[in-house]
């Protein structure tokens, strides 16, 4: 079956730097993107989505790309802080069955150094 | 955590035991899901439930079984638990406002199978 992946699993970035969170993704029905965070032992929280009808959206310090051409999703975090620091997912969905199903990546953690 | 709680947080059971796991939401959404976490591995979907007594299988539902008798609680049930089964639980909820899948994550349940 089709899925979402990662570039990177992991990613170190100094504190006031900006930091780029890739995905690719493979199903090109695919309508809605949505990037989650999640803290160590905690559940993901949402952070920004995005339609396939669109290029880009900005969130608070954050923004996410969509490149539908070569099917690659990406998440900015401008003036990264420490408590950025965590485990980034992006996830794709499609229309299915009963109720859109999400499916996930396997994750990026993002360090934020000092 | 959007008004969802999970129980028992934390969970040791050993092999062939039934366990069952319960989500709760106060935001009367219709649709629930359950996910479980392992590392390496993004969220994989378990079973969902888009209504009270509708519910439908995901991509990992093998040993696992879902009951949903009122809309505010969605029950997962391991019939006989395997080790492989040790796992982080993750309920969602979601409203499907607009057609497009926002899900909310409840704070998971750690669950060890000895």
């Known amino acids: 079956g089709e899925s979402v992946g990662l570039h990177l699993p992991t990613l170190s970035v100094q504190e006031g730097d900006n930091s780029i969170i890739n995905c690719a993704y493979s199903?090109?029905?695919?309508?809605?993107f949505i990037w989650y965070k999640q803290e160590s032992g905690k559940g993901p929280q949402f952070i920004i989505d995005i339609r396939s009808n669109m290029d880009k959206r900005q969130g608070q310090r954050v923004t996410v790309l969509l490149n539908k051409t070569v099917k690659h999703l990406s998440l900015q975090i401008a003036a990264t802080q420490p408590g950025d620091s965590a485990v980034y997912f992006c996830?794709?969905?499609?229309?299915?069955?009963?109720?859109?199903?999400?499916?996930f990546g396997s994750g990026t953690q993002l360090t934020v150094l000092p | 955590d959007a008004g969802i709680t999970q129980s028992p947080r934390h969970k040791v059971t050993e092999t062939g035991t039934p366990v069952t796991l319960r989500c709760h939401q106060t935001e009367n959404h219709r649709y629930m899901y359950w996910y479980r976490q392992d590392p390496g591995h993004g969220l994989r979907l378990i079973h969902y439930?888009?209504?009270?007594?509708?519910?439908d299988k995901g991509e990992v539902s093998d040993g696992y079984s879902v009951s949903r008798s009122k809309t505010e609680d969605f029950l997962l049930t391991l019939e006989s638990a395997t080790s492989s089964q040790t796992s982080v639980y993750f309920c969602?909820?979601?409203?499907?406002?607009?057609?497009?899948?926002?899900?909310?994550f409840g704070p998971g349940t750690r669950l060890t199978v000895l």
């Open positions: 439930s888009y209504g009270v007594k509708d519910t």
């Open positions: 199903n090109s029905a695919s309508d809605y």
């Open positions: 996830a794709e969905n499609l229309a299915s069955g009963s109720a859109r199903q999400l499916t």
């Open positions: 969602a909820i979601s409203d499907l406002a607009g057609d497009y899948n926002e899900q909310f």
